[in-house]
C-alpha cells in the first residue's frame, strides 16, 4: 500500500515562492505516475501537475492556471516529487493533494481524480499580503 506525505506548505506573499515535497513509502517514485491536485474552499478539486513515467525519466503536465509558474519533477534517490511554486497569486491559496498509481493511464487521463488510488493527507498553501 503505497503511502503518500506531502508538506512544504505555509503562508507567502503574493510573487514569492513555495516548494511542495511528496515522499512516497513502500513503492518507488520510479513505478508510479504521480500528480499534484489542489482543492480551495468551496471548489471542486483541481489538477495542477502530473509527473508520467516514461522510460527512464518521465513527462511532465500542467493545468493552464498554473504552465509557466510551476514546475513538477522527481527524485528517485529520495523517493519524492517535488512541486516548484513561483509566482505564487492569492487564487493558488488552496490545500494540495499528492495522488499517485501504479497504472499506466493515457496522459489525458491524468488530469482526473479519479485516475489515481493513492491519495496524501494535503498541505496547506496560502498565498496573502
Known amino acids: 500500500q503505497v503511502q503518500l506525505v506531502e508538506s512544504g506548505g505555509g503562508l507567502v506573499q503574493p510573487g514569492g515562492s513555495l516548494r511542495l515535497s511528496c515522499l512516497a513509502t513502500d513503492s518507488p517514485v520510479s513505478a508510479l505516475n504521480m500528480a499534484w491536485f489542489r482543492q480551495a474552499p468551496g471548489k471542486d478539486r483541481e489538477f495542477v501537475a502530473a509527473f508520467r513515467r516514461s522510460g527512464g525519466g518521465g513527462m511532465t503536465y500542467y493545468g493552464d492556471s498554473v504552465k509557466g509558474r510551476f514546475t513538477v519533477s522527481r527524485d528517485t534517490g529520495k523517493n519524492t516529487m517535488y512541486l516548484q511554486m513561483n509566482n505564487l497569486k492569492p487564487e493558488d491559496t488552496a490545500v494540495y493533494y499528492c495522488?499517485?498509481?501504479?497504472?499506466?493511464?493515457?496522459?489525458?487521463?491524468?488530469?482526473?481524480?479519479?485516475?489515481?488510488?493513492?491519495w496524501g493527507r494535503g498541505t496547506q498553501v496560502t498565498v496573502s499580503s
Open positions: 495522488a499517485s498509481t501504479s497504472g499506466s493511464p493515457i496522459s489525458s487521463r491524468l488530469r482526473y481524480a479519479s485516475t489515481f488510488e493513492h
